[in-house]
């Protein structure tokens, strides 16, 4: 019995490696300019970066952060609600900015506060 389970596990493991590929090789993503976005998300025309990668919230409090974000109205980097501070969100609460991007190397995404979307660019 215990060789049988094995090797159900193994075939399920197996089959959903390949079906998870073949998604991956076949789905593309959506260019930006071709998904429904919130007025929000059209707005934004140039992603602002950050050259310094810190929370500057946590570097005023000596606390620690996970990832970072950038707010896409006035340019800001806080931390993300991975970190103990969640600066980015309180920030958003505060101030009512929308939009915010990831700061993280290698992500390219955007994120709407009021309209929960979230959409890569």
Same mark, same amino acid.
């Given at each position: 019995? #215990? ?15 390949? #079906? ?12 930006? /300019? ?66 915010? /991007? ?15 979307? #979230?959409?890569?660019?």
């Amino acid at each position: 019995m #215990f060789s049988q389970t094995n090797s159900l596990v193994l075939n399920i493991f197996h089959n959903s490696t390949v #079906f998870i590929r073949l998604i991956r090789e076949t789905i593309k993503p959506i260019p930006m /300019s071709e998904q429904q976005l919130c007025s929000h998300l059209q707005a934004i025309k140039q992603v602002k970066t950050t050259d310094t990668h810190v929370c500057e919230d946590c570097i005023k409090e000596n606390s620690e952060w996970v990832h970072l974000r950038v707010c896409q109205t006035c340019g800001v980097t806080l931390c993300c609600d991975d970190s103990p501070r969640k600066h980015m969100t309180k920030h958003y609460h505060k101030v009512q900015h929308p939009v915010i /991007s990831s700061a993280e190397p290698g992500e390219r995404w955007l994120w709407c506060y009021p309209d929960e979307q #979230f959409v890569e660019y």
